[in-house]
């Protein structure tokens, strides 16, 4: 097995030298399975190995002239290398060192993401268990639904999360694919047993059939699991958005001393960072389109998916890095506000406990439809009131004193009756 080289950080990960890095480890591992098969001399792959180097400044001044990135490395490799430098790249096509090499940076991508998610993970997990039984209101279609608590929230995210780890792990199967197969994929010349001991080498697998390339679903799929990603670390972030809104409050981002919020208006705590997920999981969902459309090419291939990837792949991987730190600094700095939650929820008298007493209604006897009415007259006529009490009035309406007493009124109030099971699902996700 060849050395890996240290995992850097992700912006590292899609420079120049790096991908220059992970060419001439392909090169290299193509020379050692050649070697170990009898078709080069051992000898030479142990000199190619010993010299072997390349300047990313010259390789850009030799394709400067060339016109072509592979063939711009091995002429400088082999500026390095000498004679020896024969052997490099026999049989070979430039996408099987292109294609395989990307392969490598994509998996090098995922094992950072996963090690950034299992964090975001944790951070979720903790919030959950702290504030398991912070109760507060549920909200459909943006209006007062009935009670949940903070953790209950929270243990729907670490849920969405768990399921982006499964599908990051999968991914980082799907995506460890090379290719040695030659001009068309044929293996005219180079036997299939060298691709075999190089992917081994390299820790991928060799691609099932690849043409000159391999087939860019594999990359649609990839950039299409950060999309999917991104659009949950925006569901999140817009959630804190809305929680943070000075009419409701629930909870709000840290903010830290000598912080500002507003070039004009000293009271701003803006969501900043709430805002700069969402922005930035757009340009990545934008990305997902792009990479779809690299999947058509021409033949056994073209290059018109090649400028794209250039762009797409570090702009992807970097951003989705990006805004997985900033979703865990945010979830685990996060300010959570109790007494504002049980102000909302007891607004207008308690109309979210408005079910309750519906069902209370109708298992004493009466009609469900004229249990509905009496509910919602109630209701309405407590909504949006300065001094609304859904609660007295329910309590002073004789339809309802015909089938509850206090104490059953009183009982459709309390918001345990809500929360009851809701440990079952915290058992499911081990909170």
């Given at each position: 097995?060849?050395?890996?080289?240290?995992?850097?950080?992700?912006?590292?990960?899609?420079?120049?030298?790096?991908?220059?890095?992970?060419?001439?480890?392909?090169?290299?591992?193509?020379?050692?399975?050649?070697?170990?098969l009898?078709?080069?001399?051992?000898?030479?792959?142990?000199?190619?190995?010993?010299?072997?180097?390349?300047?990313p400044?010259?390789?850009?001044?030799?394709?400067?002239?060339?016109?072509?990135?592979?063939?711009?490395?091995?002429?400088?490799?082999?500026?390095?290398?000498?004679?020896?430098?024969?052997?490099?790249?026999?049989?070979?096509?430039?996408?099987?060192?292109?294609?395989?090499?990307?392969?490598?940076?994509?998996?090098?991508?995922?094992?950072l993401?996963?090690?950034?998610?299992?964090?975001?993970?944790?951070?979720?997990?903790?919030?959950?268990?702290?504030?398991?039984?912070?109760?507060?209101?549920?909200?459909?279609?943006?209006?007062?639904?009935?009670?949940?608590t903070?953790?209950?929230?929270?243990?729907?995210?670490?849920?969405?999360?768990?399921?982006?780890?499964e599908?990051?792990?999968?991914?980082?199967?799907?995506?460890?694919?090379?290719?040695?197969?030659?001009?068309?994929?044929?293996?005219?010349n180079?036997?299939?047993?060298?691709?075999?001991?190089?992917?081994?080498?390299?820790?991928?697998?060799?691609?099932?059939?690849?043409?000159?390339?391999?087939?860019?679903?594999?990359?649609?799929?990839?950039?299409?699991?950060?999309?999917?990603?991104?659009?949950?670390?925006?569901?999140?972030?817009?959630?804190?958005?809305?929680?943070?809104?000075?009419?409701?409050?629930?909870?709000?981002?840290?903010?830290?001393?000598?912080?500002?919020?507003?070039?004009?208006?000293?009271?701003?705590?803006?969501?900043?960072?709430?805002?700069?997920?969402?922005?930035?999981?757009?340009?990545?969902?934008?990305?997902?389109?792009?990479?779809l459309?690299?999947v058509?090419?021409?033949?056994?291939?073209?290059?018109?998916?090649?400028?794209?990837?250039?762009?797409?792949l570090?702009?992807?991987?970097?951003?989705?890095?990006?805004?997985?730190?900033?979703?865990?600094?945010?979830?685990?700095?996060?300010l959570?506000?109790?007494?504002?939650?049980?102000?909302?929820?007891?607004?207008?008298?308690?109309?979210?406990?408005?079910?309750?007493?519906?069902?209370?209604?109708?298992?004493?006897?009466?009609?469900?439809?004229d249990?509905?009415?009496?509910?919602?007259?109630?209701?309405?006529?407590?909504?949006?009131?300065?001094?609304?009490?859904?609660?007295?009035?329910?309590?002073?309406?004789?339809?309802?004193?015909?089938?509850?007493?206090?104490?059953?009124?009183?009982?459709?109030f309390?918001?345990?009756?809500?929360?009851?099971?809701?440990?079952?699902?915290?058992?499911?996700?081990?909170?």
């Amino acid at each position: 097995m060849i050395e890996r080289y240290t995992l850097p950080a992700m912006g590292e990960i899609w420079t120049d030298r790096y991908k220059f890095k992970t060419w001439l480890q392909v090169e290299i591992a193509v020379c050692e399975a050649q070697a170990e098969l009898g078709y080069i001399p051992a000898a030479a792959v142990e000199e190619i190995k010993a010299k072997a180097n390349f300047d990313p400044a010259r390789i850009l001044e030799i394709e400067a002239e060339v016109r072509h990135d592979v063939i711009a490395f091995l002429t400088n490799v082999n500026e390095y290398v000498g004679d020896a430098g024969r052997y490099i790249h026999l049989g070979m096509t430039s996408s099987d060192v292109l294609d395989t090499a990307l392969a490598l940076q994509m998996v090098a991508s995922l094992d950072l993401l996963l090690e950034s998610l299992e964090e975001l993970v944790q951070a979720i997990r903790y919030q959950a268990q702290q504030h398991r039984y912070t109760v507060m209101v549920g909200r459909s279609h943006g209006i007062h639904a009935e009670p949940i608590t903070f953790g209950f929230k929270l243990a729907g995210w670490l849920a969405e999360v768990l399921r982006h780890r499964e599908r990051l792990n999968q991914l980082r199967q799907s995506v460890a694919v090379g290719q040695i197969s030659g001009a068309v994929g044929t293996y005219a010349n180079i036997e299939p047993r060298v691709e075999t001991l190089t992917c081994q080498k390299l820790g991928l697998d060799p691609d099932t059939a690849s043409t000159q390339i391999v087939s860019r679903d594999r990359h649609a799929d990839f950039i299409q699991h950060l999309a999917l990603l991104a659009a949950s670390l925006e569901r999140f972030a817009v959630e804190i958005r809305n929680l943070q809104r000075t009419d409701v409050l629930e909870v709000e981002e840290f903010f830290a001393k000598g912080q500002k919020g507003s070039s004009a208006m000293p009271h701003k705590r803006n969501p900043i960072r709430s805002e700069r997920i969402s922005g930035i999981a757009r340009i990545i969902r934008g990305h997902a389109v792009a990479a779809l459309e690299n999947v058509a090419l021409w033949h056994e291939r073209d290059i018109s998916h090649s400028s794209v990837e250039r762009v797409i792949l570090p702009d992807s991987c970097t951003l989705t890095h990006f805004i997985l730190h900033e979703t865990t600094s945010l979830i685990k700095n996060l300010l959570v506000y109790p007494e504002n939650m049980q102000r909302n929820m007891n607004v207008y008298g308690g109309v979210i406990f408005s079910q309750r007493l519906l069902l209370a209604l109708v298992e004493k006897g009466l009609n469900r439809e004229d249990a509905y009415k009496v509910v919602q007259t109630n209701a309405h006529q407590a909504w949006n009131q300065p001094d609304g009490d859904f609660r007295a009035l329910v309590s002073q309406d004789t339809a309802v004193q015909k089938y509850l007493s206090a104490e059953e009124i009183a009982t459709c109030f309390d918001p345990q009756q809500h929360l009851r099971h809701l440990d079952e699902v915290f058992q499911r996700l081990c909170i």
